[in-house]
Each structure stands twice: as C-alpha cells, then as structure tokens.
C-alpha cells in the first residue's frame, strides 16, 4: 500500500469514526479500558517488563501479584496505567499542553518503580548502542532549554497524528530523563491523537525491532519515513477496531427492562 492510499485511508475511517461516536457516546467506553490494558502491556513490554498481556491485566484490574515475576515490573504496570487516566483526562481538556505536563507524564510513569527520578531532568550522560555504533543524547546540561523548545512547539501545533509522531520522535531525540523516555514518548504521542479524535496507537511487542530500527535511521539521520509509516499503519488498524467496536454497540439488541413483577422478586 502506497503512503498516499495509507493516509487516503486513515482518513476515511476517521470520518466514519467521527460520524458514528456521536449515536452511541458510551459505544467506546469498555474498548477504551482494554486499550489502556493493551497499552500498558505493550509500552511496558518494548522495555523489557516481564508481564503477559493476561499478567498485566490481572495486576491492574484486581491488585494480585504474579508469582516470579519482578516487583518493579508489578509497580511499572501499575504506574502506566494510572498515566493513562491523566492522558485521557488532558485529551478531554483545550488548554495548550505545557512542560509541565510532559513532566508530570513523566512523573506518573516513574512513581512506583522508581520515584528519585519521576519527573526530574537527567543528571547523567544518557545513550544508546545502534547499528551504526553509540549514539549519545543530548547532555543534562541542554535538556531544559532543549524542552522549552519543544514545549513551545508542541503548545502550538494542531492535534494530528502527524503532531503526534513528531512529538514521539523529538522527546526520544531529546532523551530528557534517565529512565522511561520511550514510555513517556508513546504517552504524549496518545495524548495528541486524543486530543484530535483518534484511538490510541499500540506499538507491540513484535513491532519491536521495526520500531527500534526505525527510531535508529532517526538518529542517525537516515530519515524518519520508517518510523512514520509503522506508526500510521498501527493508528490505520486501531481506527479499524474501534470502527468494529461501535458498529458492534450500534447494532447489539437492547436488553428489555424486567417486568415491575420480576424486578420485585428476584426469586424467578
């Protein structure tokens, strides 16, 4: 599939989206909380976070430890997930986003499993091994400005997916905290395709290597065209889903309402 047809796409099932979620409002709402499941097993996952998708879920959704599995990696699901409240409720809100808030994201991310360094700058030399040999990022000293900047960018930019990836791909770039950059990034690109109307993007466990490798020939300056089209193509299946979703709603039966006799005697 061509990028043309791809975005051609994309933008046809978000019309359909857009002309569907007003007739039924509450059509989303359980998609939206197995997303933020989906999510959270996922961008943990990327990092290397032992949990299943099932163990993540069990964790979150009734508070029970899984036996062999790391404290850190419990605390991380818990952490994200709890994110994710505050990204829906900034998505819900017009106020341009802040440093702040990219910080407070931060914060929420880091503040069970390691909560010296939620929402603070680094203070160490930050950098990662690739294909083409060590890449380092920018130094402690650079990152405030580097973040005011990009602030400033992001407070004005319209809530597009093409908005979204960038700001993924610029707070990597910026790698502004010493852990939990990548969860943080794929946090604010959800929040900006929030804010405009799209699902949340889920890059899985099996993009990884593609993700990865996409995020390098950034780096290196080879290009962000890989790193774009992964990402369009998980928000062009998610919209798939969440158009399957409502259909779904739209056209379940409705439950009749119990006689005044039945309700008054449950013994029936």
Do not use: C
């Not at 080879?222 to 969440?242: H, I, K, P």
């Amino acid at each position: 599939m061509t990028e043309n047809t791809l975005l051609r796409q994309i933008a046809a099932k978000k019309a359909e989206l857009d002309r569907l979620r007003p007739q039924a409002p509450h059509g989303l709402q359980n998609l939206d909380r197995s997303y933020d499941i989906e999510l959270t097993y996922t961008s943990n996952a990327i990092e290397g976070n032992a949990l299943t998708a099932a163990e993540t879920r069990i964790v979150i959704e009734h508070g029970v430890t899984i036996g062999g599995k790391p404290l850190k990696d419990h605390l991380e699901a818990i952490d994200h997930f709890e994110a994710l409240r505050y990204v829906r409720d900034l998505a819900r809100q017009t106020v341009p986003l802040r440093e702040a808030d990219i910080r407070n994201l931060h914060r929420l991310v880091m503040l069970r499993s390691d909560p010296d360094a939620a929402g603070r700058y680094a203070n160490q030399g930050r950098y990662v091994e690739t294909d083409s040999g060590r890449h380092h990022f920018p130094s402690p000293a650079q990152v405030p400005a580097l973040m005011g900047d990009f602030a400033q960018w992001l407070g004005a930019a319209a809530a597009t997916p093409e908005t979204a990836f960038a700001a993924h791909r610029r707070l990597v770039e910026i790698h502004p905290f010493n852990d939990g950059n990548g969860r943080t990034a794929r946090l604010l690109m959800n929040l900006v395709l929030l804010r405009g109307g799209y699902p949340p993007v889920a890059v899985r466990p099996q993009d990884r290597p593609a993700y990865i490798g996409s995020l390098q020939d950034a780096q290196a300056g080879r290009g962000r065209e890989r790193s774009d089209r992964l990402l369009y193509e998980r928000l062009d299946a998610t919209l798939g889903e969440s158009l399957k979703a409502l259909q779904e709603a739209l056209t379940a039966p409705t439950q009749p309402e119990p006689s005044r006799r039945q309700a008054d005697n449950p013994a029936r």
